[in-house]
């Protein structure tokens, strides 16, 4: 009896949280986090921006956030939509009464962690402003998460996921991944984000490092340069 009581619990526990997915409900940001995002770096001019968006009334928020069913503090995981919460913290200052629309998808917690963490990253690198670094981590954790869940990902397969034209920019990434502070130094001044191009400097790196210093230290470089 006691087995068929927590059967029914536990069916009935399953069927309520289904019956919340794809509801639109209002959060307060203190009541949403960051669950896990392969995006580490933001933007500060976009995140202000989109908190100026917020509490003006003639703007507002124009997309939901993506979330999971609350935990049982109350508290909910963004699946899609760190910055917007990160701009959300921002607007409540200013408009104490604002809430942030939120969509609960209760079908994320039946999917492998692998694929939910896929599905964050994918989001993220559709919207183009991910960085290179953030790219590179997302991509080789992501396959390490899927080795540890019995899965054999390919860096063909991620290629098909992520939309990209061939396998080599995966493989590329790849070689950025626990990039050295120089190669990040190159990212974050802007002097190249080209993908090619940073993985040939980390061989160079490696393989002739007098050179490398010698490459880094170019006005500009390209492709071209590092050939």
Do not use: W
């Not at 209002?26 to 976009?46: G, M, S």
């Not at 599905?119 to 998460?145: H, L, P, Q, S, W």
């Not at 061939?166 to 002097?191: D, F």
């Not at 191009?197 to 393989?207: G, M, N, Y």
């Amino acid at each position: 009896k006691m087995a068929v009581s927590l059967s029914k619990l536990s069916q009935a526990a399953s069927a309520k949280k289904d019956s919340v997915s794809g509801t639109v409900v209002f959060l307060h940001p203190d009541d949403c986090y960051e669950n896990q995002n392969p995006r580490t770096e933001f933007d500060p001019v976009l995140i202000e921006s989109i908190a100026e968006d917020f509490v003006n009334p003639e703007v507002g928020q124009q997309e939901p956030i993506v979330v999971y069913v609350a935990n049982d503090e109350g508290k909910y995981a963004v699946q899609f939509g760190a910055t917007r919460l990160r701009a959300a913290k921002i607007a409540i200052k200013v408009k104490p009464d604002f809430r942030l629309k939120a969509i609960i998808d209760a079908t994320l917690h039946k999917k492998p962690k692998s694929a939910q963490y896929l599905e964050r990253g994918k989001n993220n690198i559709k919207r183009d402003n991910m960085t290179v670094r953030d790219r590179a981590e997302f991509i080789g954790d992501y396959m390490d998460m899927a080795k540890a869940e019995g899965e054999n990902i390919t860096q063909a397969d991620v290629a098909k996921q992520l939309g990209f034209k061939n396998t080599s920019i995966v493989s590329r990434l790849l070689k950025l991944r626990g990039m050295s502070p120089e190669i990040e130094a190159l990212c974050q001044t802007r002097k190249t984000e080209d993908v090619e191009t940073l993985a040939t400097l980390v061989d160079i790196q490696k393989d002739n490092p007098e050179l490398f210093l010698e490459l880094i230290e170019l006005p500009e470089i390209d492709r071209g340069t590092v050939r």
